[in-house]
């Protein structure tokens, strides 16, 4: 077979196959998975398994919100079976008990979950599957479902997150990349990490949603009223207030720019404490919104921030938001991570000190949403993304003698 003869069937190898995918909550904020999933689902039936977690889960308001909730979509879900959210893409909402340490569990949970995603292929008619897991956690049973082929796409270093039993989680892991025939990774250093675990290891960075975020650079798009009025200049950043992120840069940025306004749009984590930020009068959280609105308020900021801790955790991040921030058209200050050095189009700053100076040059220079900015990443759209994980899977199943 000729190499462009063989190069063709590869990217046609996924084409009409059954994909069962272990991810986050459907219903959380769009996803790298939530935008690849959404691609292939245009040739692919997608069963789409809600998060079984990566830890236990503790005694406070926001998990016990969870919770409730998660028994309550599994009630309604043994009525109803998996629910089709969009056309060809189907959410479970499967039961399983958090406590990695405990082999008695384990054990339950392979038994309890793989009972519920078997009854979901078979109410769906699923043939052919193959799955699709984005967390350790689903190595009880990836590999057990009958499937042509086990991908595991890691797009983070789960064991270092602040929240999870690392151990346990690691060895979750290994087994999952044991079972893999595809394992696709989002950073350079996680792809180093685990094609030492496993030979068949591919490197796929992440896309953007180009044509969503640059709406900021139009001229129709609305700014919200409660960002809309701010003093300027307006210092951004949207996403989780997480433990990684770096809250001396913005207090920094605030405390420089006491005329102007340091706003942060997304949800704060529990297990954060956010303090100091609400004791300054011009810093300004104002909470999750939705996907659609992202433009709008990204069309007020004059400068957008990636302030991360540099840790194990981000130091194998490629953050979405980075790319998104510049598909609006905005310029960009991020802490010093590879998979941000890499993409080569942000400023860099290695301490509190170091954002406010690149804060001034990117106000010096002219801040808020320009289209010829915003260009320059229009090429890392998702589809390009999809094409490259349809040709490794092609390839992996050409190479193990699959029927293409």
Request: net charge positive.
């Amino acid at each position: 077979m000729r190499r462009t003869e063989e190069l063709d069937l590869t990217k046609r190898a996924l084409r009409g196959r059954d994909l069962v995918v272990f991810s986050n909550d459907w219903d959380g904020d769009p996803l790298s998975k939530t935008h690849i999933m959404r691609i292939l689902s245009r040739e692919n039936r997608i069963l789409w398994v809600n998060s079984i977690g990566n830890r236990a889960p503790k005694a406070n308001a926001h998990d016990l919100k969870r919770i409730w909730r998660k028994l309550t979509t599994f009630t309604q879900g043994v009525k109803q079976g998996a629910k089709e959210v969009e056309p060809n893409l189907f959410v479970l909402a499967p039961l399983a008990i958090p406590l990695y340490g405990s082999n008695a569990v384990r054990a339950a949970n392979k038994v309890l979950l793989r009972a519920q995603v078997m009854r979901a292929m078979r109410s769906l008619g699923f043939q052919r599957a193959l799955s699709w897991s984005f967390l350790p956690a689903s190595a009880a049973v990836s590999g057990t479902l009958g499937e042509e082929l086990v991908v595991y796409h890691c797009v983070d270093e789960f064991s270092a997150f602040n929240d999870t039993n690392g151990q346990q989680i690691a060895a979750l892991e290994r087994l999952l990349l044991k079972r893999a025939d595809l394992v696709i990774t989002s950073a350079e250093r996680l792809y180093e990490n685990k094609r030492a675990q496993n030979a068949n290891t591919a490197l796929v960075r992440h896309g953007v949603d180009f044509e969503h975020f640059v709406k900021a650079c139009d001229a129709a798009t609305e700014v919200p009223e409660e960002i809309a009025r701010l003093p300027r200049p307006i210092i951004g950043f949207f996403g989780l207030l997480a433990e990684w992120v770096d809250q001396d840069a913005l207090i920094a940025c605030a405390k420089a720019y006491p005329q102007g306004s340091v706003v942060v749009v997304g949800k704060t984590m529990p297990d954060v404490d956010p303090t100091r930020l609400r004791a300054l009068p011009n810093v300004h959280l104002l909470g999750r919104k939705p996907y659609a609105a992202l433009p709008g308020y990204c069309k007020a900021f004059d400068v957008a921030l990636n302030p991360f801790k540099v840790n194990e955790l981000t130091l194998n991040a490629n953050p979405l938001k980075v790319r998104e921030y510049l598909a609006a058209g905005l310029p960009v200050i991020s802490s010093d991570l590879p998979e941000v050095r890499q993409l080569g189009l942000c400023r860099i700053a290695r301490s509190s000190e170091d954002f406010v100076a690149q804060v001034r040059a990117c106000l010096e220079e002219g801040g808020g949403p320009r289209r010829e900015r915003a260009e320059r990443i229009v090429r890392e759209g998702w589809g390009a993304r999809v094409d490259e994980l349809r040709q490794h899977v092609g390839e992996t199943m050409l190479r193990l003698g699959k029927e293409l």
